[in-house]
């Protein structure tokens, strides 16, 4: 068996020793007794479900010998990219709280489409505007977190 597969083996089963002990440690956690809440495990259990996904995926590439004998290649991400990205994720947290989670994140979600290659603008402007739309209205609904309204707090629904 090659070194990475070893490796890839030991690091999954550590990593689900892991989510056992954190799954153990959320089911113990008290509930409340607010009505249509979300309860505080909740999120414990969205990390210990994600967790246990990725630990059996690295499990599966170690014992399986056609995926963990192709190395993945090094992106070369130029240091240009990787600057404007910092860049619009600091001017990104500077503005949430004024803006809002949904004036900051289209222009924002727009500027990773734009610094990863994307140069169709009607693409850009769809995929930025759906993006925060279904992750805002995924935590409001689905989460029940209401994330800042910002500028546009009279006009959401």
Known sequence: MSNMRTRNLIAAIILLLLCAGYAYLTANLPTRAIENTTQPSFFPWVVTVCMAVLSLALLAQGLLPLVSQQAPKAFDVPAKRLIYGLILSV?????????????????????????????????????????????????????????????LQGVML
């Open 91 to 151: 001017a990104y947290f500077i503005l949430l709280p004024t803006l809002g989670f949904l004036a900051a994140n289209i222009p924002f979600f727009a500027g990773l489409m734009y610094l990863y290659g994307e140069r169709r603008p009607l693409l850009i402007a769809a995929g930025s505007i759906l993006i925060s739309l279904v992750i805002f209205y995924l935590f409001r609904e689905g989460f029940q977190i209401l994330l800042p309204s910002g500028i």
